[in-house]
């Protein structure tokens, strides 16, 4: 079966403070992809980046940055420089190879940007 | 261009009643999601449909759901005998293919209650 969990249900930092949040997932299959949503107040889920398993490769997206680890199977999100529009509730999603997009996604962790 | 759209945003309705949840996918994808959202937790699959067929209900949780897509666009998510239990923001999704590395764009939801 998959799983991801995402053990952080809240967390709260002030404004430039830089934050992990952290996705570890269950898989038995070798090829899947992993993805990263971003649900702000208004609702709609955001993409934010999306890595297969063959892709160990860390990536930066301006202060976004993504650690993917097969080793730990992990799929950690930092944010650096935190700002008050980052607050929202990040999912971390897993679907598997071949066919179709069938989200898996955690229970998201809510992060609160404080001034 | 137009996002993918929910009506209603909102619906209020009493136990035992019958509901419908439309979704309006962008132009020209061939793919659509309905997810479910309970109450601080993330989204969970429950249909999809390639073009006008459901190749995958096995999130409906009962056969008091059920969903249409009979244009290969709009879709229908319809609801019997509401039950307190189906309380949730539905969600609506769509990816130009199928291909399970595509990015999902998503509706702003129905928020579901069932009182």
């Known amino acids: 079966a998959q799983k991801v969990t995402q053990a952080q249900t809240e967390i709260s930092v002030v404004e430039k403070e830089d934050v992990t949040l952290d996705c570890v997932y269950e898989t038995r299959d070798t090829t899947y992809y992993l993805f990263w949503y971003k649900q702000p107040p208004s609702g709609e889920l955001v993409f934010l980046i999306r890595?297969?398993?063959?892709?160990?490769q860390n990536e930066i997206s301006g202060r976004y940055s993504w650690n993917f680890q097969k080793s730990t199977s992990s799929f950690n999100f930092t944010i650096t420089a935190s700002q008050v529009v980052d607050s929202a509730v990040y999912f971390c999603?897993?679907?598997?190879?071949?066919?179709?997009?069938?989200?898996?996604f955690g229970a998201g962790t809510r992060l609160a940007v404080h001034p | 261009g137009a996002g993918v759209s929910q009506t209603p945003s909102n619906k209020v309705t009493e136990k035992g009643k019958y509901v419908e949840l439309r979704c309006d996918p962008i132009?020209?994808?061939?793919?659509l999601y309905w997810y479910r959202q309970s109450l601080g937790q993330g989204p969970e699959f429950l249909i999809y449909f390639q073009g006008t067929g459901a190749a995958d209900d096995s999130g409906l949780p009962n056969d008091r759901f059920f969903a249409v897509r009979p244009e290969g666009s709009v879709s229908t998510l319809k609801i019997q005998r509401t039950e307190r239990g189906d309380s949730a923001v539905y969600l609506c999704?769509?990816?130009?293919?199928?291909?399970?590395?595509?990015?999902?764009?998503f509706g702003p939801g129905t928020r579901l209650t069932v009182l």
């Open positions: 999603a897993l679907t598997l190879s071949g066919g179709y997009n069938k989200l898996i």
């Open positions: 890595r297969n398993s063959f892709d160990e």
């Open positions: 132009s020209g994808h061939t793919a």
């Open positions: 999704a769509s990816s130009p293919t199928s291909g399970s590395y595509n990015e999902q764009f």
